[in-house]
């Protein structure tokens, strides 16, 4: 064979007797390495969480590369010369997914979002594509999720999908909304020859399935807004490519996650594309080292003729043996280099979208204190909403920053009538979850702290019920009290 892998690590001299690899679309990949080393005493603190690369090189010229930092190392048996390691090796962004918090971002896009998030665990080298406006998020808060789940959540429901791309001296973390902005793979056209027989020097792809299933045609929604309450802010979208099945399966959620018409249609047609996203999906097998996922190829050798188009990888695993590096040491060892792939495949054009985490839910309610600007008693806008402070918030400071605007319940709220009793700065506030959405607090109730005394001593005056006011900015009250001795 004229393949070969190689690998460049920061420590240590190897050879790479196998490895494997797993790596998908909106996925961080995975990849597994063997190796064989003459050193049997290798630093791990030189490797671990530095980076590597592994190559692939056909006929002495490089396919492909996969970089990455190493997540975990092992030193296995040692053998007559040579010592055997493990490595598994992942993207920086993986390092997300051991890092969670509790935080609120205001008046953020979700591009904005994730590249502040990236920032914040030194990850520079990204390219962030966006074709259509990503409208700002009055609240969005990130509820005890990993970085990593949180970035992902976010991504499915504003319709990106990330992505890899490998140099010898680093890899990219593409996030895009669009899968075309990929481009296609160099070279030649991918050829399909099932022939397994005899040499075959030409990578091809040697197996071939193709199936389409019946799926979700039609995605309606609905959410509400307090600002446009008879408003039903109903969206539906039909799917594509529905003329091998019927279009009337519906598929109908509330709330759908949003409180405008330019959210809302977007967001009805990203849920409907990840519901369809294998409606049309080809499984493959081959050995052609070029295919990683995103970018476009075009299939040529095919018996049916509809089938010679354009593909794009969805996800693959490859594996690779080279066993000329333990040829010393075992006499069974087969010689030669080995690779081979399976892989999922869409049409090159279909409009594919990741599957939409479920968003964390808010179990029950949260304590918070309404806090505002400095010198002031009582802040609140025209609709009697408050800023909060919640005890989770690392980043708040107290102040009018601390929250986005959040609703108050009133016992009575008819129209220029009813009951209003705005909470003030400094007051302790029960806060619920509408449908459990962390990102839409309520005010349900008040409670006394102990810095609050109650108006009167208790259980002395526990026969005392009242209503008792502060005057704003002195200390004298208005009251209205019920004496039951």
Same mark, same amino acid.
């Not at 190559?55 to 048996?77: K, N, Y």
């Not at 970035?151 to 499915?156: D, F, G, P, Q, S």
């Not at 056209?189 to 091809?204: E, F, R, S």
């Given at each position: 064979?004229?393949?070969?892998?190689?690998?460049?690590?920061?420590?240590?001299?190897?050879?790479?007797?196998?490895?494997?690899?797993?790596?998908?679309?909106?996925?961080?990949?995975?990849?597994?390495?063997?190796?064989?080393?003459?050193?049997?005493?290798?630093?791990?603190?030189?490797?671990?969480?530095?980076?590597?690369?592994?190559?692939?090189?056909?006929?002495?010229?490089?396919?492909?590369?996969?970089?990455?930092?190493?997540?975990?190392?092992?030193?296995?048996?040692?053998?007559?010369?040579?010592?055997?390691?493990?490595?598994?090796?992942?993207?920086?962004?993986?390092?997300?997914?051991?890092?969670?918090?509790?935080?609120?971002?205001?008046?953020?896009?979700?591009?904005?979002?994730?590249?502040?998030?990236?920032?914040?665990?030194?990850?520079?080298?990204?390219?962030?594509?966006?074709?259509?406006?990503?409208?700002?998020?009055?609240?969005?808060?990130?509820?005890?999720?990993?970085?990593?789940?949180?970035?992902?959540?976010?991504?499915?429901?504003?319709?990106?999908?990330?992505?890899?791309?490998?140099?010898?001296?680093?890899?990219?973390?593409?996030?895009?909304?669009?899968?075309?902005?990929?481009?296609?793979?160099?070279?030649?056209?991918?050829?399909?020859?099932?022939?397994?027989?005899?040499?075959?020097? +030409?990578?091809?792809?040697?197996?071939?399935?193709?199936?389409?299933?019946?799926?979700?045609?039609?995605?309606?929604?609905?959410?509400?807004?307090?600002?446009?309450?008879?408003?039903?802010?109903?969206?539906?979208?039909?799917?594509?490519?529905?003329?091998?099945?019927?279009?009337?399966?519906?598929?109908?959620?509330?709330?759908?996650?949003?409180?405008?018409?330019?959210?809302?249609?977007?967001?009805?047609?990203?849920?409907?594309?990840?519901?369809?996203?294998?409606?049309?999906?080809?499984?493959?097998?081959?050995?052609?080292?070029?295919?990683?996922?995103?970018?476009?190829?075009?299939? +040529?050798?095919?018996?049916?003729?509809?089938?010679?188009?354009?593909?794009?990888?969805?996800?693959?695993?490859?594996?690779?043996?080279?066993?000329?590096?333990?040829?010393?040491?075992?006499?069974?060892?087969?010689?030669?280099?080995?690779?081979?792939?399976?892989?999922?495949?869409?049409?090159?054009?279909?409009?594919?979208?990741?599957?939409?985490?479920?968003?964390?839910?808010?179990?029950?309610?949260?304590?918070?204190?309404?806090?505002?600007?400095?010198?002031?008693?009582?802040?609140?806008?025209?609709?009697?909403?408050?800023?909060?402070?919640?005890?989770?918030?690392?980043?708040?400071?107290?102040?009018?920053?601390?929250?986005?605007?959040?609703?108050?319940?009133?016992?009575?709220?008819?129209?220029?009538?009813?009951?209003?009793?705005?909470?003030?700065?400094?007051?302790?506030?029960?806060?619920?979850?509408?449908?459990?959405?962390?990102?839409?607090?309520?005010?349900?109730?008040?409670?006394?702290?102990?810095?609050?005394?109650?108006?009167?001593?208790?259980?002395?005056?526990?026969?005392?019920?009242?209503?008792?006011?502060?005057?704003?900015?002195?200390?004298?009250?208005?009251?209205?009290?019920?004496?039951?001795?």
């Amino acid at each position: 064979s004229d393949l070969r892998f190689t690998v460049t690590a920061p420590a240590g001299d190897f050879e790479v007797t196998a490895f494997a690899l797993d790596e998908a679309l909106s996925t961080p990949f995975r990849l597994h390495l063997e190796l064989a080393s003459f050193d049997p005493a290798i630093d791990f603190a030189a490797l671990l969480d530095q980076p590597v690369v592994l190559g692939i090189e056909q006929a002495g010229a490089p396919v492909r590369h996969v970089h990455g930092l190493v997540s975990r190392f092992e030193q296995a048996e040692s053998g007559f010369r040579r010592t055997r390691y493990r490595a598994v090796v992942e993207p920086a962004l993986a390092r997300l997914g051991l890092c969670s918090d509790w935080r609120i971002f205001q008046e953020s896009s979700v591009p904005q979002i994730i590249e502040q998030i990236l920032a914040q665990h030194g990850i520079s080298d990204v390219e962030l594509v966006a074709t259509r406006e990503h409208l700002p998020r009055e609240c969005c808060v990130q509820a005890g999720e990993t970085d990593l789940a949180f970035i992902e959540r976010l991504a499915a429901e504003e319709g990106f999908y990330y992505a890899f791309e490998h140099r010898a001296d680093g890899h990219r973390l593409i996030v895009s909304d669009r899968l075309y902005s990929h481009g296609v793979i160099d070279g030649d056209p991918v050829t399909y020859n099932p022939d397994a027989g005899g040499d075959q020097p +030409t990578p091809a792809l040697r197996r071939f399935t193709y199936t389409e299933q019946v799926l979700t045609a039609r995605q309606v929604q609905r959410d509400y807004s307090f600002k446009h309450p008879r408003y039903n802010q109903q969206h539906s979208v039909d799917g594509p490519e529905l003329d091998h099945q019927r279009a009337d399966y519906e598929r109908y959620d509330y709330p759908g996650r949003y409180k405008r018409d330019e959210a809302g249609k977007p967001f009805t047609e990203t849920r409907l594309l990840a519901l369809r996203g294998d409606a049309r999906l080809a499984r493959v097998e081959g050995d052609d080292a070029r295919l990683f996922p995103g970018p476009a190829f075009t299939l +040529t050798g095919h018996p049916r003729e509809d089938m010679n188009r354009g593909w794009r990888a969805l996800r693959l695993h490859h594996e690779g043996v080279q066993a000329t590096s333990q040829q010393e040491e075992a006499a069974d060892a087969d010689a030669g280099t080995r690779y081979h792939l399976t892989a999922e495949l869409l049409h090159d054009h279909t409009d594919w979208r990741a599957p939409l985490p479920p968003k964390p839910h808010i179990d029950g309610p949260h304590i918070a204190t309404v806090v505002g600007p400095e010198g002031e008693e009582i802040y609140c806008d025209e609709f009697g909403r408050v800023k909060i402070q919640f005890p989770w918030d690392r980043l708040a400071v107290d102040d009018e920053h601390s929250s986005c605007w959040v609703r108050v319940a009133q016992n009575w709220a008819g129209p220029a009538w009813g009951h209003m009793a705005i909470p003030r700065i400094g007051h302790e506030v029960i806060v619920d979850f509408l449908d459990g959405d962390c990102d839409q607090p309520i005010v349900t109730g008040r409670a006394y702290p102990a810095t609050h005394p109650t108006p009167y001593k208790l259980p002395v005056h526990k026969t005392l019920a009242t209503i008792k006011s502060k005057e704003h900015q002195g200390q004298r009250a208005n009251e209205l009290r019920i004496d039951d001795t």
